[in-house]
């Protein structure tokens, strides 16, 4: 028995100030099975009501409208993971919480897919900010120990905003960003070792050589009408699933009236 699968990724940029926006009605349009929020900067029970009907997971951060994951599937789930393993096995720090979650579905078949919805640090690279960048680069070490754990074995797919745009054409303004968060040397060799390890980035595998197509643009000037964004929200799956993705598009919104966060969902369809 073989099913198409619809998952999104979407940074909402704040659960409710999306509703405001429209979020409800793309969500309606589109028609998702399964969707993988970031930044939903809400508390547990508002998330839940607004999910009615769904089955929800929901990771919020322990500082106070920070961060903040969720998984809300039309699937049932057989298990939820929320955080990452520490070095001594204590939990997580405030600033780490609310930023991975695992949970696996259930087909319909009766097999099992793994999602992970992921919102990992921006950091700053600025005079002054440096231990964001600190704190970044531990929880990026965790995060690829994670997947290295993940990468073999049962179907897997991690998505979400990863905060590092890969390669140059993942940036419309790659020159002048060469030395800021997002686009450091040391933070691209993450990313790197994640696909030699045997992650698809799928966005790059379905969306051709580029530049683009980005996913997220500032809310300032006439960065999103230029289309001079950055592409930092990622589908990647390993080598269970990846072949298993038959389509992967961006939601750019129609105009910039129209958008509902400063990111863009990325949105993959599944032939499981």
């Known amino acids: 028995m073989t099913r198409v699968l619809t998952l999104a990724t979407a ?14 009605d793309w969500i309606a349009h589109r028609s998702p099975d399964v969707l993988l929020l970031q930044e939903v900067r809400a508390p547990d029970d508002l998330v839940r009501d607004h999910f009615a009907g769904w089955h929800v997971a929901h990771q919020p951060s322990a500082l106070k409208g920070r961060a903040g994951v969720a998984v809300v599937s039309r699937l049932p789930l ?56 600190s704190a970044k680069y531990a929880h990026l070490d965790r995060v690829t120990d994670r997947l290295a754990e993940l990468a073999t074995g049962g179907p897997v797919v991690v998505a979400g905003d990863v905060n590092v ?5 993942d940036i419309a303004n790659w020159k002048g960003n060469l030395k800021s968060s997002g686009f450091l040397p040391a933070e691209r060799a993450y990313l ?18 580029g530049p683009g197509p980005y996913t997220w643009w500032t809310w300032r000037g006439q960065a999103f009408d230029n289309d001079k964004g950055w592409r930092i929200d990622y589908q990647l799956a390993n080598a269970a699933v990846a072949d298993r993705a038959v ?26």
Do not use: M
Request: no cysteine; net charge negative.
């Open 165 to 169: 745009a890969h390669r140059e054409v």
């Open 11 to 24: 940074n909402t940029n704040g659960i409710r100030a999306a509703v405001r926006r429209g979020i409800d």
């Open 247 to 272: 389509k992967v598009e961006v939601d750019r919104a129609p105009s910039y009236a129209e958008r509902w966060s400063d990111h863009a969902p990325v949105v993959a369809t599944y032939d499981l």
């Open 192 to 209: 790197d070792r994640w696909f030699d390890a045997g992650w698809t980035d799928l966005g790059r595998a379905h969306g051709g050589d």
């Open 78 to 133: 057989s298990a939820v993971r929320a955080g990452l393993p520490t070095s001594d096995g204590g939990p997580e720090a405030d600033v780490d919480s609310g930023r991975w979650l695992e949970a696996d579905l259930e087909l319909p078949d009766g097999g099992t897919l793994t999602v992970v919805s992921a919102y990992l640090h921006s950091g700053s690279a600025k005079p002054g900010q440096e231990h964001t960048l």
